[in-house]
């Protein structure tokens, strides 16, 4: 079992820097991806970034990369995102999860999520 809490969200100008961390808690040193997910108000969950389980792979959405940087330490440390040069289309509840085994994009690879953290970029 994999517990996650998500922090770091908040009200920013657009142009401004965030950046939103994952706690992860599980009884086992088992290997887990990590992945960050978005969802805007009236709109489907969208993948933003990926981390493989030791932080050796990344993997973004178009949409992000460039400005989002996904990064972790090790396979029990926290994941974050950082989030640079907001904009007002980043403004979304982010989710943090997790799956066992490599990265993915595909949101109901995901056995464990966190409860979301809310970003909201104004311009």
């Known amino acids: 079992q994999v517990q996650l809490v998500e922090s770091g969200g908040g009200l920013v100008q657009a142009g401004s820097s965030l950046r939103l961390s994952c706690a992860a808690s599980?009884?086992?040193?088992?290997?887990?991806?990590m992945g960050w997910f978005r969802q805007a108000p009236g709109k489907e969950r969208d993948f933003v970034a990926a981390?493989?389980?030791?932080?050796?792979?990344?993997y973004y959405a178009d949409s992000v990369k460039g400005r989002f940087a996904i990064s972790r330490d090790s396979a029990k440390s926290p994941v974050y995102l950082q989030m640079n040069s907001l904009k007002p289309e980043d403004t979304a509840v982010y989710y943090c999860a997790a799956r066992y085994g490599s990265i993915s994009d595909n949101e109901n690879e995901y056995g464990y999520w966190g409860q979301g953290t809310q970003v909201t970029v104004s311009s």
């Open positions: 981390v493989s389980w030791n932080g050796g792979s990344t």
């Open positions: 599980a009884r086992t040193s088992s290997i887990y991806a």
